[in-house]
């Protein structure tokens, strides 16, 4: 915050938040693995903050193995013993534990030829989508939402998926006035 370029109302809270506001949030995200690592911290954040999730980031990194689908995939009941000792992150089984499912999961798609990032961008034929006002959630969020719990997915409400969908620029809901909505609108 070290500039006063308008800016989207909660990248005003914390530095942490602005660097992640200016650097990161709303940029389409294409990586199959990057999409899943952020669902699957989207979902250690329900009944959180972003910000505790975002200052715990890399401690998570290094807890779930680089976010490698096929490692966490693996992980047995040690791994979550492990992982309900580490003080670095946040220590819920059920997440913990939608975590390796999730992996699982990602892998089975691979698997049957069915990549990640083509499942989550088919949602929006593939385009980023211009946000219009304030939503916790929308139709397409549900739909996600639906189809992601259908597959085995937890911790995927409809209010998860579309502050994922936010992250990971398949919507841009910037504020009208940020002057990253423009920015990450030339992206899509």
Same mark, same amino acid.
């Given at each position: 915050?070290?500039?006063?370029?308008?800016?989207?109302?909660?990248?005003?809270?914390?530095?942490?938040?602005?660097?992640? #506001?200016?650097?990161? +949030?709303?940029? /389409?995200?294409?990586? /199959?693995?990057?999409? +899943?690592?952020?669902?699957?911290?989207?979902? @250690?954040?329900?009944?959180?903050?972003?910000?505790?999730?975002? &200052?715990?980031?890399?401690?998570?990194?290094?807890?779930? *193995?680089?976010?490698?689908?096929? !490692?966490?995939?693996?992980?047995?009941?040690?791994?979550?013993?492990?992982?309900?000792?580490?003080?670095?992150?946040?220590?819920?089984?059920?997440? %913990?534990?939608?975590? %390796?499912?999730?992996?699982? %999961?990602?892998?089975?798609?691979?698997?049957?030829?069915?990549?990640?990032?083509? @499942?989550?961008?088919?949602?929006?034929?593939?385009?980023?989508?211009?946000?219009?006002?304030? #939503?916790?959630?929308?139709?397409?969020?549900?739909?996600?939402?639906?189809?992601?719990?259908? &597959?085995?997915? !937890? @911790? =995927?409400? /409809?209010?998860? =998926?579309?502050? +994922?969908?936010? *992250?990971?620029?398949? =919507?841009?809901? #910037? *504020?009208?006035?940020?002057? &990253?909505?423009?920015?990450?609108?030339?992206?899509?």
């Amino acid at each position: 915050m070290s500039d006063d370029r308008p800016r989207c109302a909660w990248a005003m809270r914390d530095p942490l938040e602005c660097a992640y #506001h200016d650097s990161e +949030w709303g940029v /389409p995200e294409r990586d /199959p693995r990057m999409l +899943w690592e952020t669902l699957m911290l989207e979902g @250690f954040q329900a009944g959180l903050s972003w910000t505790v999730i975002l &200052r715990k980031r890399e401690n998570f990194r290094k807890a779930f *193995a680089g976010f490698d689908p096929l !490692k966490v995939a693996g992980f047995g009941e040690r791994d979550i013993a492990r992982l309900m000792n580490d003080t670095g992150i946040v220590r819920a089984r059920a997440k %913990i534990e939608a975590t %390796i499912r999730g992996a699982q %999961i990602y892998n089975e798609m691979q698997a049957n030829g069915e990549n990640f990032g083509a @499942f989550c961008w088919a949602f929006t034929d593939g385009k980023p989508l211009q946000g219009e006002g304030v #939503h916790t959630e929308t139709g397409l969020s549900r739909a996600i939402s639906k189809e992601l719990k259908r &597959r085995g997915f !937890k @911790f =995927v409400g /409809p209010t998860i =998926v579309h502050a +994922w969908m936010q *992250a990971v620029g398949m =919507v841009n809901d #910037h *504020a009208p006035d940020c002057f &990253r909505r423009g920015e990450v609108a030339a992206l899509g």
